[in-house]
């Protein structure tokens, strides 16, 4: 038997790089010397080529003048949790706000119709390991997604069956909680990113909870997603690399998936690679997966030793959809129908992300347009802040509550939030109504999270 501690990434089955790429350490980085206020930042280069830093650091997507003010402000918080206590440019910024991105994961949620229908346990959570992989498509663009603001949601609608809410429940710390089901499963997260600032990459660790339920057989599968790391987001060309352990355990059996997401090497080797196996509750492993996060993933039944099963062969389970080419953003369809009303449900609430203004005129080109509504809602938020602590008030989440479960990660605990069902009233409701109240287009509605209607709405501020 090769129980789960004794299972190496790139042992049995795998011919894996692993050791290899560990002898000659990680992919190529060098520090950028020679630029006057800018010594001893790393600048790595996930193709391992042989360019001088600082060639390499003039590349990406960052003006002089830009990278130069930014990095002033910047210097002053190495080694600290930027989630939310500097204001960004938004010319790094792509048109999605993390609510959408949290919706980007149900692009390929036919694989845990599949896991429902499924009687074998293990293939079952081949199934719904490949679904959470197919996310890391999406985290490999190197573009950030807006924070929500407090009480924004985003719903969405029309694909596979599913009611999709989610709504930012928290400013500080930023935490956002979200709710999808249809007739094979029930989704939920409440997610709080913790981050930390390295000068020319930050590492980003995903403290959340996730719970996925399975209607047919009742099994509640948990997640823990390795962290992931931006690389090159002053000098160079960015790239994100997520090395670590993912792990899925099905909390009913004690089943699990266990992950190994290899680091990037040199000259690339090893990047995007996953390899792991399905173990049953005693740590037998039953099946063996293997891919790369940002195109396919395939698994095999293997024996208690981890190597392939005699007479079966490699099958594929998963493999990221067709995109656009030359897509800006590196959008696939999906993520564009996220943006698009196509998605969204008659009577859309007017706090959903789509009708942001910062993020509508980023989506239609205008940056200049996109820096000053950013800075508009970011000032509108810290005016509501000061209302309500004027008012000694507390600001309530509409359609999730805060339960006093606290959930544990390998990066710290979190508060969790619980899907209240009243979103799925007020559906049923706009759904059920027979009357046409006045017809306007949705995406004329203005843009409305806010918790107080008094506070001026054309307040600005300097901030870009």
Known sequence: MAPVGDQKPGSGFFASFASTISSFGSAMSKSVNGMLGYEGLEVINPEGGTDDAEVEAQKGRWKQEDRDSFWKMMQNYIGADVTSVVTLPVLIFEPMTMLQKMAELMEYSHLLDLADECEDPHMRLVYAAAWFISLYYAIQRTWKPFNPILGETYEMVNHCGITFIAEQVSHHPPMSAAHAENEHFVYDITSKLKTKFLGNSVDIYPVGRTRLTLKKSGVVLDLVPPPSKANNIIFGRTWVDSPGDMILTNLTTGDKVVLYFQPCGWFGAGRFEVDGYVYNAEEEPKYLMSGKWNEFMSYQPCDSEGEPTPGSEL?????????????????????????????????????????????????????????????????????????????????????????????????????????????????????????????????????????????????????A
Do not use: C, M
């Not at 594929?316 to 698009?340: C, G, I, M």
């Not at 007020?426 to 203005?446: G, H, K, L, P, W």
């Open 315 to 463: 099958k594929e389970v998963w493999r990221a959809a067709e995109a656009p080419k030359n897509d800006k953003f590196q959008y696939t369809y999906f993520a564009h129908k996220l943006n698009s009303f196509d998605t969204a449900p008659k009577k859309l609430l007017p706090s959903d992300s789509r009708l942001r203004p910062d993020r509508v005129a980023l989506e239609q080109g205008d940056l200049s347009k996109a820096g000053s509504e950013k800075s508009r809602l970011e000032e509108r938020q810290r005016a509501e802040k000061k209302t309500r602590e004027a008012k000694k008030e507390q600001y309530k989440p509409k359609w999730f509550d805060l339960t006093n479960e606290i959930g544990s990660t390998p990066w710290g605990d979190l508060e969790v939030y619980k899907y209240n069902g009243e979103y799925e009233k007020r559906r049923a409701e706009v759904d059920n109504s027979d009357s046409i109240e006045e017809e306007t287009e949705t995406n004329s509605t203005e843009f409305n999270p806010w918790q107080y209607h008094d506070i001026p709405s054309s307040s600005s501020s300097s901030h």
